[in-house]
């Protein structure tokens, strides 16, 4: 299993961007697939998660309303669209995937990892 995030960079607070996740080596219809962030310092937080046959999400409370995720099937990517950003939402994003048919939220959970993608929101 290969994931390869991309489409970090620099915004000024209020803008917007979308990450993506390319999935490789297995197919996802059963996996799960989540996004975290990791700002300096601090822990890896929980940020989103789709299950990949459902389509179904759940967010963080700190990025409901502003950031969906979603997953292309004919591209075997996920997803995070990410608006009215804060300066507080800087941070490293990961994506990470596991097999399973329900929501997880923490890191450990998660067996498979992409190398991460640098957000920076500037105020």
């Known amino acids: 299993v290969q994931l390869q995030a991309s489409g970090g960079g620099l915004v000024q607070a209020g803008g917007s961007l979308r990450l993506s996740c390319a999935t490789s080596g297995r197919t996802f219809s059963r996996y799960v697939m989540g996004w975290f962030r990791q700002a300096p310092g601090k822990e890896r937080e929980f940020v989103a998660t789709?299950?990949?046959?459902?389509?179904?999400?759940y967010l963080a409370d700190s990025v409901k309303g502003r950031f969906t995720i979603s997953r292309d099937n004919a591209k075997n990517t996920v997803y995070l669209q990410m608006n009215s950003l804060k300066p507080e939402d800087t941070a490293v994003y990961y994506c990470?995937?596991?097999?399973?048919?329900?929501?997880?939220?923490?890191?450990?959970?998660?067996?498979?990892w992409g190398q991460g993608t640098l957000v920076t929101v500037s105020s």
């Open positions: 990470s995937a596991r097999s399973g048919s329900h929501y997880y939220t923490r890191a450990h959970q998660y067996d498979y």
């Open positions: 789709i299950i990949w046959g459902s389509g179904n999400t």
